[in-house]
C-alpha cells in the first residue's frame, strides 16, 4: 500500500491493529482530543487515504481545529483520485481506418467531457458541510413528505438505495427517515403544525 500523505499525518492516530490483510485501524486524532479517548476511538477507519478524508469532511471536530485553506489542500486529495480514474478510463491508442477513428474520437471525446463534468469538482460536501440544526431537520421533514404527496410516490422511495445516495451526495448530513418513520411519527407532526397553524389563522383573522 502507497505511504499516506503527509497533510494527514497531524490529524490522525496510526495503530498496529489490523482491518485486514493491507490495512490498519486508524483513528481521527481531532476527535480524540475533543471528546476523549474512549468516546473519541469509537470513530475509525482503515489507513486509507480516501476513507480518511471522507471522514474529515463529515468531522466537525476536524473542521473546530482547521482553518479553510488547509481543510481544502486536504480535500483536494480526492480530487487527485478523480483525475487518476479519467486517466485510466481513457483507452489506449488502437489503429483504425479513417472513418473509424473519426467516429471513435468523437465518441471518446463526448464521453471523457461527460466524465470530467461529472467528477473533476468531487462530491459537493468537499464545500457544502453543515449539520442541520432541530429546526433545520424538521422542516427537511416537512419537505420530503410534501415531496412524497406532490409526486405520487410510494413512501417506500426513501429506503431506495440511489435515493440514499443522492442525498449524501448533496450533504452526508442529510439522512433519509425509513419509510415507517415517514408515514408515522413525521406525518404526525406535519399534520399537527399545519393544524395549528390553521388554528392560529383563524384565531387572528377579524372577519371570523
Known amino acids: 500500500m502507497p505511504p499516506l500523505p503527509s ?9 498496529d491493529i489490523k482491518v485486514n490483510k493491507s490495512n490498519l ?27 480518511i478524508v471522507q471522514h474529515f469532511k463529515k468531522c466537525t471536530n476536524f473542521f473546530a481545529q482547521t482553518n479553510e485553506e488547509q481543510r481544502k489542500e486536504i480535500f483536494e486529495l480526492l480530487q487527485t483520485n478523480n483525475n487518476n480514474v479519467i486517466t485510466n478510463i481513457i483507452p489506449q491508442k488502437r489503429t483504425y481506418s ?16 461527460v466524465i470530467n463534468r461529472s467528477s473533476c469538482y468531487g462530491p459537493m460536501d468537499n464545500y457544502i458541510v453543515r449539520s442541520l440544526s432541530k429546526e433545520d431537520l424538521k422542516k427537511f421533514n416537512m419537505l420530503l413528505l410534501r415531496l412524497t404527496v406532490s409526486c ?4 417506500s ?27 408515522g411519527d413525521i406525518l404526525k407532526q406535519v399534520v399537527a403544525d399545519a393544524d395549528k397553524a390553521m388554528e392560529t389563522a383563524l384565531k387572528e383573522d377579524p372577519v371570523g
Open 157 to 183: 422511495w426513501v429506503n431506495n438505495p440511489e435515493a440514499k445516495e443522492l442525498f449524501d451526495f448533496l450533504n452526508p448530513f442529510l439522512k433519509l427517515p425509513d419509510r415507517r418513520v415517514l408515514g
Open 25 to 51: 485501524k486508524t483513528f481521527c486524532k481531532p476527535c480524540i482530543e475533543e471528546l476523549g479517548e474512549e468516546e473519541g476511538q469509537k470513530t475509525w477507519f482503515p489507513n486509507k487515504k480516501d476513507r
Open 98 to 113: 479513417t472513418s473509424s477513428q473519426a467516429s471513435l474520437a468523437s465518441s471518446s471525446s463526448h464521453k471523457v467531457a
Open 7 to 15: 497533510l494527514l499525518a497531524p490529524y490522525i492516530i496510526r495503530t
Open 152 to 155: 405520487g410516490w410510494a413512501l
